[in-house]
């Protein structure tokens, strides 16, 4: 986690990782048979650490008593807490949504993350609550994540990423905000 934290994913190497703890390139193998096996349970790691952030920012807000706001404060907090999980832990961000090889037998690492049932969550709240209409839900986690992983990449490693702060916060409130605004009931 530390090569990654500090390197991103090419940093993760099985000879330094295991330099690092103390033993051998050899023993390491026992453990990790391959590059592979050990970048999935780095991205594992990478992934849970990324929604023990989003937990902790969303503890943060004092959730109000209507249904619809709270899931709507929730939903805000998670993607405030993503984008700052990338731009505070780029090493970690970059590797936990590093392509990994796709095993048409293996579902994505993604639909299991808690990240990404968190979103899940909030999105149910939102249905419950009848502000996004049932219909409508299937589908939902992706067009969210994709919005604002797309702004946390920019901010990250694309033309956003050398923009002072001052800029960066008002481009998050955008992108949430059209989050927020796409999740409107149609008109009537």
């Known amino acids: 986690m530390e090569l990654a934290r500090h390197g991103g994913p090419d940093a993760v190497v099985l000879r330094e990782a ?3 703890i103390g033993v051998s390139a050899t023993a390491a193998y026992r453990y ?5 096996i050990l970048m999935k349970r780095v991205r594992e790691l990478a992934r849970a650490e990324l929604a023990e952030y989003m937990v902790r920012a969303v503890g943060e807000y004092h959730l109000p008593a209507d249904p619809e706001a709270a899931a709507l404060v929730t939903l805000r907090a998670l993607g405030r807490a993503y984008i ?10 970059r590797t936990a949504f590093q392509t990994e ?6 579902p994505p690492e993604l ?8 979103l ?5 709240d939102l249905v419950a609550s009848g502000r996004i209409p049932p219909a409508r839900r ?9 919005a604002v992983h797309g702004m946390a990449q920019l901010m990250l490693d694309g ?10 916060e008002p481009m998050i409130a955008a992108t949430l905000g059209l989050v927020e605004y796409g999740l409107q009931p149609p008109p009537a």
Do not use: I, K, N
């Open 101 to 106: 090889p796709v095993d048409s037998d293996t």
């Open 84 to 93: 700052g999980f990338a731009l505070a832990e780029p090493g970690l961000f």
């Open 159 to 168: 033309p956003l990423s050398r923009l002072p702060a001052e800029v960066q």
């Open 111 to 118: 639909a299991g993350s808690e990240a990404f049932l968190m």
């Open 32 to 36: 990790f048979v391959s590059r592979s």
């Open 120 to 124: 899940g969550r909030a999105l149910d």
């Open 18 to 20: 295991a330099r690092q």
């Open 138 to 146: 299937p589908m939902l986690e992706l067009a969210v994540w994709g």
